[in-house]
């Protein structure tokens, strides 16, 4: 099979489209024949070498999605033929966090195209308990957003979620609008995003989002902001956003920041005024919500205009290059593609 394969981290990576042996699956694998995969920004930093869990060679993809072709002697659910979209996270089931429930934060980390080969490759093997069957009518651009999908519903479920609220998104990309379309679902007054890329901002407005700008101030909303998500991981956008946070409020550290970088802001007035910090975790029992979302149409919002771009595997490099630069929405990785 061919695969991307990322032989040495940097700037973008050295990597090289190379053939690597058909997987087989074990007893309770399937083998997946990738028919997309979405690039996002996990997949930058493992090009950078920023995420100590990563070791190199490694073929990174993490939001697959395909068709079943073969299974492991042991596999009763899943069936030759079913097209399914890939839950990455592998969590033991064995450590301290697991045993309480909190399999996000295994202590034991393992994922797909993160610790393990992924979907950047013609075939890969996968836990069948990771596959999920998808809805026939689904689109292939919306079947590939299963996955970002599912880490954005984690991120709602870590929310106070009170109806009438006002909401504040850093990052007009794929994640970004991804949770504004969720949180206009849960009941939210206003979505408003800010973002410097303006294609994006623009993108943002015909989504349905109230407002779209490149600075905060242009809302002209002096309380702050009930609720405020970074989608973004970018330092100067989180710090900017804790101080949008109106008395009471919540903020959500929801984006990929460099985990060697650090962000300041005030303790007294996370203190003084109530705020509300939380984190947010890839995916927590929120992968089949994605799908059913996803099949229900997610509030009415055009979900296949996110992706802008599908390229094979021998266009990873410009792929990977538009990514950086931010040109376009979401990018896919279609293997099979010639």
Known sequence: MRALVVTAPGPRGTTAVTELPDPRPEPDEVVVRVTSCGLCGTDMHILGGELPVVGYPLVPGHELTGEIVAVGGAVRDRAVGERVAVDPNMPCGACHYCRIGRANLCEDYSAIGVTRAGGFAELVAVPARCAYVLPAHLSEAAAGLAEPLSCAVHGLNRLPRRPGEHYLIYGAGTMGLLMAALVRTAGAASVSVVDLNEERLAFARSFGVDAAVTHADALDRAPGFEVVIDATGVIAAIEDGLGRVRRGGTFLQF?????????????????????????????????????????????????DSLVSDVYGLDGFDEAVARFQTGTGRKIHIAPQKG
């Open 255 to 303: 984006g990929v920041a460099d985990p060697a970088r650090a962000a300041s802001f005030a303790p007294y007035r996370v203190y003084s005024q109530e705020i509300d910090i939380i984190g947010s975790m890839a995916v927590h029992n929120s992968f089949q919500p994605a799908i059913d979302l996803l099949a229900a149409g997610l509030g009415g919002v055009p979900v």
